[in-house]
């Protein structure tokens, strides 16, 4: 009995390819229902240079960075939370959008999926978001009780639509690196991927868009040279929020064959 590959992978995106991991279109888009997320960005160090390719470059002076955590109560590859460190970065089309050095899921499925269709570099970790008195929190464990991070927001005002639009564009993109190990020297392939994510804020009965700026703190509570996202030095936190909404993952194309 022969395993005919090429119907499969007509069908299926992931592999095995009659019982794939995770689901995607041919397209390898991803959908997103009622999620939330803490998110900010802020002023880092030119150290940064070790972690971006030099086929992309810093958009600021000093480089930006950004963080997002979020809780997706429904997807398209099941409900998890997500922990994602970002450098701002500009390709060389002119495209304006975030390199990943850094990020953190709680499904194997999103996990696998990202790793293979995008390269992101996802790891399994252990995260929460909770709401207690008037803070928004959310942490990051890698080993569970091992923290690297801590989000911690008061919510005050109503972000304007306006500045919303400018960091949620129709399409906000990534980019990471995928890589397929040689065997024995021979075969393999590194790339690095261009991809997006469209993020669709919700709006409340009056027409408003369900997000919220405030004070914001985040703290690398226990440094780890395993999972070393305290690489993204702290400096000026120029914006936080808290939002609500609905998004969409895509694959935009590969830029480079190394």
Known sequence: MSLEVNNFKEKQIGIPFDAPLYAATDEGTIEYRNCEALLGLFESTQELEKLVPPELEFTATPPQAAYWLAWYS??????????ISMVMVRDADGDFGYYIPYIYVTNEAALAGGRELFGAPKKLASMNMGKELEFIQGTVERPAGKRLATITFQ????????????????????YSIRHLPPLKGEGGHTQLIKWYSSVKPHTDPGGLPTAWTGKTSLTYDSPSLSDPIHNLKLGTMMLSAYIQFDMILGGEKILKEY
């Open 155 to 174: 919510p005050q005002s109503r972000m304007s639509g306006e500045i919303l639009g400018i960091f949620l564009t129709e399409k906000i993109y990534l």
């Open 74 to 83: 429904f997807s398209t590859v099941g409900a998890y939370y997500e922990y």
